[in-house]
């Protein structure tokens, strides 16, 4: 089994979805790799599907106070659950897939990625799955909920921005763009590498557009 249909069977799993209808699924939806079912299985006519060609997380953590190691994650998947009018209702589950790992540094990449740091040939996907959401004005929100990264589980705070919320001019589709910022400690979740000259929180955002689920 591959790394990526791994990654969606995790994602069944967290979202209580049988692993065996993903299995039994075709796992591919041609978007640069991630499963057909790494998104929310609920919420009616409410669902968003995160697009793959239009979602990446940027990280940064201080290098020995000289300057930042920055990287991106280029596949990012999931979906959620949002109502305007029932912001109490919104859930989320965002899914990265390690491999997608990019500093611009062959040899850095090739660390994190080994059983020494992320570990990514027993560990493929990192999730998040949101426990509450409370809205600070028309256009931000405070979610609460679970990372999880190399099989532990943190409870972290994401910022989120509602960047527009409308029909997609090329698509036609009912389309949300977002901005979600967080942190964490890495050290809590056993990545304890090149502490403490590599600094421990690290901060991140996640630019992403979804679309609402046909």
């Known amino acids: 089994m591959t790394a990526v249909c791994k990654f969606a069977l995790l994602a069944a799993v967290v979202i209580g979805v049988s692993p065996a209808t993903v299995a039994a699924q075709d796992m591919t939806n041609g978007h640069r790799g991630v499963c057909s079912d790494c998104h929310v299985a609920a919420g009616g006519n409410n669902r968003y599907e995160l697009s793959q060609a239009d979602s990446t997380l940027v990280f940064s953590v201080d290098n020995f106070g000289f300057s930042k190691v920055i990287g991106t994650f280029s596949n990012v998947g999931g979906g959620f659950v949002f109502d305007s009018e029932s912001v109490e209702t919104t859930?989320?589950?965002?899914?990265?897939?390690?491999?997608?790992?990019?500093?611009?540094?062959?040899?850095?990449?090739?660390?994190?990625?080994?059983?020494?740091f992320l570990d990514v040939a027993n560990?493929?996907?990192?999730t998040f799955q949101s426990e509450s959401v409370a809205q600070i004005d028309e256009h931000h929100f405070r979610v609460e909920g679970a990372l999880s990264i190399r099989g532990i589980s943190r409870p972290v705070s994401l910022d989120v921005a509602l960047n527009r919320l409308e029909a997609h001019p090329v698509t036609g589709r009912q389309t949300a763009g977002l901005e979600i910022s967080g942190q964490f400690e890495r050290s809590q979740f056993g990545l304890t590498l090149g502490l403490p000259s590599i600094a421990d929180v690290v901060e991140f955002t996640v630019y992403a557009q979804g679309s609402l689920f046909n």
């Open 123 to 126: 560990h493929p996907a990192i």
């Open 91 to 116: 859930s989320v589950l965002a899914s990265v897939e390690v491999a997608s790992l990019d500093t611009s540094d062959a040899a850095l990449d090739a660390l994190l990625l080994s059983e020494r």
